[in-house]
């Protein structure tokens, strides 16, 4: 056995390229270049034998998809071992699988390569999308401190206003004139709202921060919703509104804060009884789901809200721009509280509905 130093393999390869026929042979038409051989290339042999220091030589091209990229050379020292024309096919046979296994150890490479690449990027991106989740935590967070400062700071003086206005009104500072009295009533109303709103607005910005503390425990849904068709009865039957319960038998409770629960109820119900014609009708399901959950769902017959407006609902102080809403007063809060009331529960709230039909409120809720 014999091989070369570095030095030594770089003379060898430099008097092959310095032999066209030789690289003609090899490279450009992939045949092989031996000892053996009597064309027009055997009188570089002699050449080759003394550089290569051997008796006996075969070049076979290596062979790639495109073609040949370099040659491997095999000979024996000894004058006495001859090579064959099978030692011939041997040797062209092992070049071209050795050009193979180096092609797909190129293509492996540039694959783990990209592959790298690709995982630096996915990790990059992972990078950048938390640095942004957590930019909106702090900015929601600033939102909701915000609202809720400013909710207190109007909270104090609107208590006072409508302290003052239902003193006047009960006449406590002498009888006020009938005019009067029609306008101190109208303060004392809309202070009602106000604070209805800044209430709202304070629960929300508390129950998206976790700060409000909800009071699990287990809760009837038949009791719950009984109570509700008492409660809103009289608005139901100024309407002439029906209200169905279909609540099963035996249905397990929820686990579930109740006075949380009790709003979600009212602000769906009550926009219920806001959005239906009189005469119409309102219906209150719950059912057992697969994975321990209880979904309830209220419905009613009314105007119905486009897809387009569904997307948006949740969303703070938005209202569908309609006849309904150009009458009756509102604030666009009530589903984002019940949305966000819903989320702590770890339910959902979809919505669904159509324009003129009606509309269904669903969430769901953990078993009990
Ligand atoms: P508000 O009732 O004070 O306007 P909400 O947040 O409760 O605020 O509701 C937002 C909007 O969603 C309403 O203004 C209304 O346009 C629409 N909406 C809510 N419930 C219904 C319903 N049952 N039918 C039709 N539209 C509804």
Redesign the pocket.
């Known amino acids: 056995m014999i091989g070369y130093t570095v030095e030594e393999a770089r003379e060898i390869l430099k008097e092959f390229s310095n032999s066209p026929s030789v690289i003609d042979k090899v490279i450009n038409k992939s045949h092989t270049f031996s000892s053996l051989d009597t064309d027009k290339s055997s009188k570089e042999i002699p050449k080759f034998l003394k550089i290569l220091n051997l008796s006996s030589f075969i070049c076979a091209p290596i062979m790639q998809k495109n073609g040949a990229v370099g040659g491997l050379v095999m000979g024996c020292e000894s004058p006495y071992t001859h090579l064959t024309e099978g030692d011939k096919d041997i040797v062209y046979i092992l070049a071209a699988q050795i050009g193979q296994a180096v092609e797909n150890a190129g293509l492996f490479e540039e694959t783990y390569r990209s592959h790298q690449e690709l995982e630096q990027k996915v990790q990059q991106r992972t990078r950048e999308l938390s640095s942004a989740l957590e930019e909106i935590k702090t900015i929601s967070k600033r939102k909701s401190d915000f609202i809720s400062a400013v909710s207190h700071e109007l909270r104090t003086p609107l208590t006072s206003i409508k302290g003052y206005a239902s003193i006047l009104a009960a006449g406590k500072l002498g009888e006020l004139p009938e005019a009067a009295k029609e306008r101190v009533e109208k303060i004392n109303k809309h202070s009602d709202s106000l604070s209805q709103l800044i209430n709202n607005l304070l629960d929300i910005s508390r129950i998206e921060s976790g700060r409000v503390e909800l009071k699990f425990e287990p809760i009837s849904l038949k009791n719950i919703i009984d109570s509700l068709g008492d409660m809103l009865a009289p608005a139901m039957k100024e309407k002439n509104i029906e209200f169905v319960a279909d609540i099963p038998l035996g249905l397990s409770t929820v686990r579930a804060d109740k006075g949380q629960l009790e709003r979600v109820f009212i602000?769906l119900a009550g926009?219920?009884i806001?959005?239906v014609p009189p005469g119409g009708r309102i219906t209150v399901r719950a059912k057992a789901t697969e994975n321990d959950m209880l979904q309830v769902s209220v419905s009613?017959n009314?105007?119905?809200?486009s897809n387009n407006d569904i997307a948006k609902?949740g969303e703070e102080f938005?209202?569908?721009d309609?006849e309904v809403?150009a009458k009756v007063k509102?604030?666009?809060?009530?589903?984002?509280l019940v949305k966000h009331i819903i989320e702590a529960h770890k339910g959902k709230l979809t919505i669904t509905s159509t324009l003129g039909k009606g509309?269904t409120f669903t969430f769901t809720l953990p078993k009990a």
């Not at 009314?302 to 809200?305: A, R, S």
């Not at 509102?330 to 984002?336: E, Q």
């Open positions: 602000n926009n219920a806001k959005f009613d009314g105007i119905g809200i609902l938005f209202r569908v309609n809403n509102g604030t666009g809060l009530g589903l984002s509309s």
